[in-house]
Each structure stands twice: as structure tokens, then as C-alpha cells.
T-cell receptor
Framework: AQSVTQLDSHVSVSEGTPVLLRCNYS??????LFWYVQHPNKGLQLLLK??????LVKGINGFEAEFKKSETSFHLTKPSAHMSDAAEYFC?????????????FGPGTRLSVLP | GAVVSQHPSWVICKSGTSVKIECRSL??????MFWYRQFPKQSLMLMAT?????????EQGVEKDKFLINHASLTLSTLTVTSAHPEDSSFYIC????????????FGPGTRLLVL
């Protein structure tokens, strides 16, 4: 069975400082992994995805994530936080053996950015 | 590209009425669409998988007669909440997978339902 753990339910950073949102997964096969962002009362926007190509994935708005198979991690980073980054972030695993029929969502991490 | 719309964005209805929510893929064809429900401060819960031209696949615990799903075309899926009750109040989000574009799901902006 696949599962996703987001170790921090809430992360608070100051504007201009680095962001680290942690995600660990368990999967029987080599999965595809995604990060989505959700602003209040909005749908989810795709930030980036890993699909067995380069392990360092660059996404939109300066975010990137590194797939580390040995650590079963896919942490999301950004060098410098902006106020507009304040939102809820979801790490998602898509099991290879099920061709994405069922996304498995992490519980989410709420990012606060302080001025 | 890969834009998904939902209509309405919010709806308030009386208990016992039915509400229809539309999900459209605007610039791609979507053989498969998904319907999720999200409670406040929680993650998304998959309700059902909607396949164009066939019956939807419902997750365990989701009443198919309560939440009717129709996927009549490659760009439109509808969710009808029948005989809505206050406990059905929630944020409903759809997503669509590009028929030619792999596993990525593109999400709609969500529909806020409040049942009085």
C-alpha cells in the first residue's frame, strides 16, 4: 500500500528566508510524485512533478524538490520565501502500478510567511 | 494550458434539494475525471473516479445513489448531490487527467456547498 507522510502540519518562515517542506512516501513500486499548492478557498495548483527522470525537479514560482529513493523522500524547497507563498501544500504519490487512478494525498503542510 | 473549471463556485441550498456541480476541462480531453471532498483544514478525500461513457467507480463509504456522477463527454463531468442535508456541506473539488498526458491530475477551483 502507498502512503504519504508530511512531517510538519505547519511551517512558519520569515519573508526572504528558505523554505523546506518535508515529504516521505512509501510505495511498492517506483512512484510518480507531485507537489500541489492550495490557496484559501481555491483548488489545487500543480507546483512540480517527478516521473522517473531527473531526481532534482524544478517547478513554478522558484520551488524545487529532490527525489531521494534511499530516503523515500521528496522534500520541497525554495531559496527565498515570498508573502504570496503562504498556502497549504500537499505532497501526492501516484502508484506506478495503478497508472494514477488513485492519487494518495499527504495530510498537507500549512506554510505561513511572516513579514 | 490544462485548465479545469467548476460551476458553480459556491452554492447555498435548502435541505432536501438536489445540487448539480459541473466540472469541465477547457483545453484538453479528459477520459478520466475525479471528484474529491475536502473538509476544513483537512486533505482531499477521493469520492469517485469518473470515466467517460461508463459508470463511475465510487470509493468505499461513498453512497452512489447520493452522489450521482455523469461523464457524458470528454470535457464534462457532473456531480449531483441528491436530497442534500447539512452534513453534505463541504468543499467539492474535481480534477481531470489529460487523455494523452500521463498521470498528472489538473484540479478545478472547487465548489463550496452549504446546505441549510
Amino acid at each position: 500500500a502507498q502512503s504519504v507522510t508530511q512531517l510538519d502540519s505547519h511551517v512558519s518562515v520569515s519573508e526572504g528566508t528558505p523554505v523546506l517542506l518535508r515529504c516521505n512516501y512509501s510505495s511498492s513500486y517506483s512512484p510518480s510524485l507531485f507537489w500541489y499548492v492550495q490557496h484559501p478557498n481555491k483548488g489545487l495548483q500543480l507546483l512540480l512533478k517527478y516521473t522517473s527522470a531527473a531526481t532534482l525537479v524544478k517547478g513554478i514560482n522558484g520551488f524545487e524538490a529532490e527525489f531521494k529513493k534511499s530516503e523515500t523522500s521528496f522534500h520541497l524547497t525554495k531559496p527565498s520565501a515570498h508573502m504570496s507563498d503562504a498556502a497549504e501544500y500537499f505532497c501526492v504519490v501516484s502508484p506506478w502500478d495503478n497508472y494514477g487512478q488513485n492519487f494518495v494525498f499527504g495530510p498537507g503542510t500549512r506554510l505561513s510567511v511572516l513579514p | 494550458g490544462a485548465v479545469v473549471s467548476q460551476h458553480p463556485s459556491w452554492v447555498i441550498c435548502k435541505s432536501g434539494t438536489s445540487v448539480k456541480i459541473e466540472c469541465r476541462s477547457l483545453d484538453f480531453q479528459a477520459t478520466t475525471m475525479f471528484w474529491y471532498r475536502q473538509f476544513p483544514k483537512q486533505s482531499l478525500m477521493l469520492m469517485a473516479t469518473s470515466n467517460e461513457g461508463s459508470k463511475a467507480t465510487y470509493e468505499q463509504g461513498v453512497e452512489k445513489d447520493k452522489f450521482l456522477i455523469n461523464h457524458a463527454s470528454l470535457t464534462l463531468s457532473t456531480l449531483t448531490v441528491t436530497s442534500a442535508h447539512p452534513e453534505d456541506s463541504s468543499f467539492y473539488i474535481c480534477s481531470a487527467r489529460d487523455s494523452f498526458g500521463g498521470e498528472t491530475q489538473y484540479f478545478g477551483p472547487g465548489t463550496r456547498l452549504l446546505v441549510l
